[in-house]
């Protein structure tokens, strides 16, 4: 079984100015993968960011960065130069690379982005 | 690529009241899952389809509930005898074969039960 815990319920940040939101994890499977979910106002989910737990290196997206610690099971976002339209419920996700085909979210984490 | 699509938007219904949902995955992707979502909570897995077969069943997913894709392209989401409970919102998602763990959502469904 996954479990994926957002310790942080709600942020903000001010407008172009970088903030890290947190997110811890538990797995038993060797192989998996990790996300970062945006969710806006509009509640389309919208993908931010992949990491796959064999690679060491941390994946980017433009603004979008992880710092993934395997040992740890952490997966925190950066987002750098926030902008208003980062305004969104962030959620963290995980997904087994075998035997089951679920997503597990955490509960989110609602960011403001103050202009 | 048109994305997920669901129908309805929304929905409100009286409790006890069958309510159907629909999804149209991306056209190329062969794997479709529904999620709910209630407010101030990450979505929840419910169910998974590879092509026309259902393949995986949360617990969640009561005797109420149904789901298919009959023909591997579109799915349906059907509740039976609704309860207040079952208010939330209802997502797709769709992914292909060879990237299975990169779902793509829709707008989802919300449901209001009176």
């Known amino acids: 079984a996954q479990t994926v815990t957002q310790s942080q319920p709600e942020m903000s940040v001010q407008e172009a100015e970088t903030v890290t939101l947190s997110c811890t994890y538990d797995?038993?499977?060797?192989?998996?993968?990790l996300f970062w979910y945006k969710q806006p106002p509009s509640r389309q989910m919208i993908l931010v960011i992949r990491?796959?737990?064999?690679?060491?290196q941390n994946a980017t997206e433009n603004r979008f960065s992880v710092n993934f610690q395997k040992a740890a099971k952490s997966f925190s976002l950066k987002i750098s130069d926030s902008q208003l339209g980062d305004t969104a419920m962030y959620f963290c996700?995980?997904?087994?690379?075998?035997?089951?085909?679920?997503?597990?979210f955490g509960k989110g984490t609602k960011l403001s982005v103050i202009p | 690529d048109t994305g997920v699509s669901q129908d309805p938007r929304h929905k409100i219904t009286k409790r006890g009241q069958n309510v159907t949902f629909r999804c149209d995955p991306i056209?190329?992707?062969?794997?479709l899952y529904w999620y709910r979502q209630t407010l101030g909570q990450g979505p929840e897995f419910l169910t998974y389809?590879?092509?026309?077969?259902?393949?995986?069943k949360s617990r969640l997913l009561s005797d109420r509930f149904s789901a298919e894709r009959p023909k591997g392209s579109f799915s349906t989401l059907e509740i039976q005898r609704t309860e207040q409970g079952d208010s939330a919102m209802y997502l797709c998602?769709?992914?292909?074969?060879?990237?299975?763990?990169?779902?793509?959502f829709g707008s989802g469904t919300q449901l209001s039960v009176l």
């Open positions: 998602a769709s992914s292909s074969d060879r990237e299975g763990e990169k779902l793509f």
């Open positions: 797995t038993s499977e060797s192989n998996y993968y």
């Open positions: 990491q796959e737990a064999y690679k060491q």
């Open positions: 996700a995980s997904f087994p690379g075998a035997g089951s085909y679920q997503l597990t």
């Open positions: 056209s190329e992707h062969n794997r």
């Open positions: 389809f590879q092509n026309e077969a259902q393949l995986e």
